[in-house]
């Protein structure tokens, strides 16, 4: 296969989850009406804000290690490539395998080859946004081998037969009672009794989950860091599921998104301190566990890197959308955002929701794929503020606005919006016709006689009046009433 | 091409395109050591206080109550304790011995039928109540401190720095590093913290100035 440069290669299409089968608006008008979700959201994304703000609130020094962690991330993909060469180098050397994925098929291909080669047809998981992003539990259950997520909420999800919808907590969109009735169904083996207090339900999937820990022959996990001058990978958790999969397994095999290295040990006294305040407002999270290679008698004595790319060196390529590359994912954009606190993840149809989400998986895919996400935001401002490595995620939504603009532009039929931008600017290009054009706009005060504005315009104008009203033109125009306060002709 | 040079080939193509960014220096001007020295009363007082926060139990022990520390937190336990090979022998007595010359012996089923584990550490960090294992021959391979219920970690005074990059400048890979900060935890279920989950759900920190290595 060639490689065809000047031509960036996004994640492909019909396979993972990047690309939403509906539009922003669309998705989210359902996920509005729907008032369970939206208390859970509120409860969840404001017990989440306030913790973060006092955790944070506790280092003076909060603004330096940001400005650190944005230097380092702009310093790491300066030279990429170097830094996932010596990564390479010294997981190599350690007696680990590294394996290289253009994309979402390279990747899923490789993982279900090394897993068959095991002889095993069933693999615990850790939860890991990569792997659900190139669909790899899809991949392996069509080669036959059952992936058992291990994470309480990815349990959830995934007995659910749902998707989820936040980085760290997915299933934030359920409920105790719903979790039980989920569980009572799809749990083999689970006390009928079992009721929905959160420490019952987390112990039923304690119970549940151990027997296939103690039985698994091959693990299947993500990375939160690849450091490149040691080789040495992370995964940062709470739960202890982590660990086990880490620590218990014959056979580890980690996909890392290529962005994720960072080139010194030394780098981590930045992000560990980051990244567990932002993320779920702790001082440190419980588990952090770091391996190098494979260790005799401890651990794991087969260990498998797969470096994954799925568009990340097509967002590289664009000089400011590049920075959505430095993100560490601790989903703090998510819980300050007024726009995700009411639709919650599953709207924007990508496993990366909120504002990363929304400048993320438009570069992934290429705008086209996603181009209602930029639009899927007020542009506030909150989330560059709680970002932990200091992404002006503002601007990249204003970027990808103009990409998308640009690229309808190139098509043959303009839209409604470039049409009447056209219109708009012929007018008020004449005094005469704009004249004229006010008072024309008078007739729309016969639409909103009873309730002061407008709820509905026909085509092309309904796509404004489809999410807003617009106001009832005023009986005299400005021009009309200066002429006759003050005018003299 | 293989898809290693094919992605490498993209990045240099991208980072070209982008106009080839030098990579900027990056400022270290935050608190790179703490105001007080490892194992300072300030430094302890700080990491007792985040460890409690995080529901865990601190004995504190003087130079030569190690044994008896331990064994009042193992008095309400029955069942077998289990130690990594290069554990002092006088602070467990009768304990499970997990093999010898770093090779553990006992199986993933013989760990989750014990009672509790008991295990020095690597080093200790008081702003975040963190505790390090490395793997060293006192603190025994990953699986010992993971599938047993309850996890007694003896730290010595001097192992408790103030700062994150204190810690991590104590720990090297290529040794396995574990954090922990804490019992284990999940938030999965509307946010409510539930202590406990996979691994152990009780931590006892059994605080010393006594050196570890005594016997």
């Known amino acids: 296969m060639s490689t065809n440069l000047g031509m960036p290669a996004v994640a492909p299409p019909g396979v993972g989850h990047l690309r939403g089968t509906q539009s922003f ?22 017990v989440i804000r306030t913790k973060r703000a006092s955790v944070v609130a506790e280092l003076p020094d909060w603004e330096q290690l940001r400005l650190a962690g944005e230097a380092l991330k702009t310093a790491t993909m300066a030279r990429l490539d170097e830094h996932l060469e010596r990564l390479e180098r010294e997981v190599t050397a350690r007696g680990g395998v590294v394996h290289w994925a253009r994309d979402a098929n390279d990747a899923n291909a490789i993982v279900t080859r090394l897993v068959q080669e095991t002889g095993e047809t069933e693999v615990v998981k850790v939860k890991s946004m990569a792997t659900q992003e190139i669909g790899l539990n899809e991949a392996l259950e069509a080669a ?13 999800v995934q007995l659910g037969h749902d998707q989820p919808s936040h980085i760290l907590v997915p299933a934030i969109h359920r409920n105790r009672a719903e979790i039980r009735e989920i569980f009572l169904r799809e749990m083999p083996g689970v006390d009928p009794a079992l009721t929905s207090e959160p420490r019952r339900l987390a112990m039923a999937a304690r119970a549940f989950l151990r027997e296939r820990f103690l039985r698994a022959k091959v693990a299947i996990s993500g990375a ?26 014959e056979t580890l095999i980690t996909v890392m998104g290529i962005e994720k290295v960072v080139p010194t040990w030394q780098d981590l006294e930045v992000f560990l301190q980051l990244l567990p305040r932002s993320s779920t407002g702790e001082r440190m999270n419980p ?15 087969t260990f498998h890197l797969v470096l994954l790319d799925n568009g990340r060196t097509a967002t590289l390529a664009d000089e400011v959308g590049r920075a959505a590359l430095h993100c560490i994912r601790c989903s703090a954009c998510l819980n300050v955002c007024p726009v995700y606190e009411r639709t919650g993840g599953h709207a924007y149809g990508s496993v990366y929701p909120g504002p990363i989400g929304a400048v993320l998986s438009p570069q992934l895919t290429g705008v086209e794929d996603n181009a209602s996400l930029p639009y899927a935001s007020s542009l506030c401002g909150a989330c560059f503020d709680a970002c932990p490595v200091r992404i002006d995620i503002p601007s990249l939504l204003v970027r990808l606005r103009a990409q998308h603009v640009d690229a309808q532009r190139a098509r043959s039929v303009p839209s409604a919006e470039a049409l009447s931008m056209a219109a708009a600017s012929w007018l008020m290009s004449s005094p005469g016709r704009f004249a004229a054009a006010e008072k024309a706009s008078r007739l729309g005060r016969l639409l909103g006689r009873s309730a002061g504005r407008i709820s509905t315009l026909p085509p092309p104008l309904s796509a404004w009046t489809g999410s807003r009203d617009a106001p009832r033109p005023p ?3 400005f021009r009309e009433w200066w002429a006759r306060e003050r005018g003299t002709s | 091409m293989s898809a290693r040079e094919d992605v490498l080939a993209r990045i240099r ?36 206080d985040r460890l409690v926060d995080y529901k865990a139990t601190v004995i504190d022990a003087p130079a030569d109550g190690v044994p008896a520390a331990i064994r009042g937190a193992l008095a309400q336990l029955t069942g077998p304790v289990v130690v990594p090979p290069g554990l002092p022998d006088d602070w467990v007595p009768g304990a499970v011995v997990d093999g010898a010359d770093g090779v553990g012996t006992l199986s993933p089923a013989d760990l989750d039928a014990s009672a509790a584990v008991v295990t020095a550490c690597a080093a200790a960090c008081a702003t975040t109540g963190t505790i390090a294992l490395d793997g060293s ?3 025994g391979r990953r699986a010992l401190t993971l599938v047993p219920d309850v996890h007694v970690c003896v730290v010595r005074a001097d192992q408790v720095v103030q700062t994150v990059p204190e810690l991590v400048a104590a720990l090297h890979p ?3 590093i574990t954090f922990i900060s804490g019992p284990s935890a999940t938030s999965d279920i509307e946010l409510e913290r539930v202590e406990g989950v996979h691994g152990p759900r009780t931590l006892i920190v059994v605080l010393t100035d006594a050196p570890t290595t005594s016997a």
């Not at chain 2, 960014?21 to 007082?45: F, I, K, M, Q, T």
């Open chain 1, 25 to 46: 608006p669309d998705a989210a008008r359902g996920a509005l009406a729907d008032s369970q979700l939206r208390r859970n959201l509120g409860h969840a994304t404001r």
């Open chain 1, 144 to 156: 036959g081998i059952a992936a058992h997520e291990t994470d309480l909420a990815e349990l959830i």
């Open chain 1, 224 to 249: 939160n860091f690849g450091v490149a001058d040691t080789g040495t990978l992370l995964v940062v958790e709470s739960e202890g599921n982590g660990r086990m999969c880490l620590t218990l397994p």
């Open chain 1, 287 to 301: 588990y952090t566990s770091a391996w190098t290679g494979v260790t005799p008698g401890d651990g794991p004595q």
């Open chain 1, 475 to 477: 009986a005299e125009t």
């Open chain 2, 13 to 48: 193509e991208a980072n070209r395109g982008a106009g080839a960014p030098p990579p900027p220096d990056v400022p270290r001007d935050y608190h790179r050591s703490g105001d007080h020295p490892p194992g300072a009363p300030e430094v302890l007082a700080l990491f007792r």
């Open chain 2, 137 to 139: 021959p006192d603190q």
């Open chain 2, 174 to 176: 290529p040794h396995p």
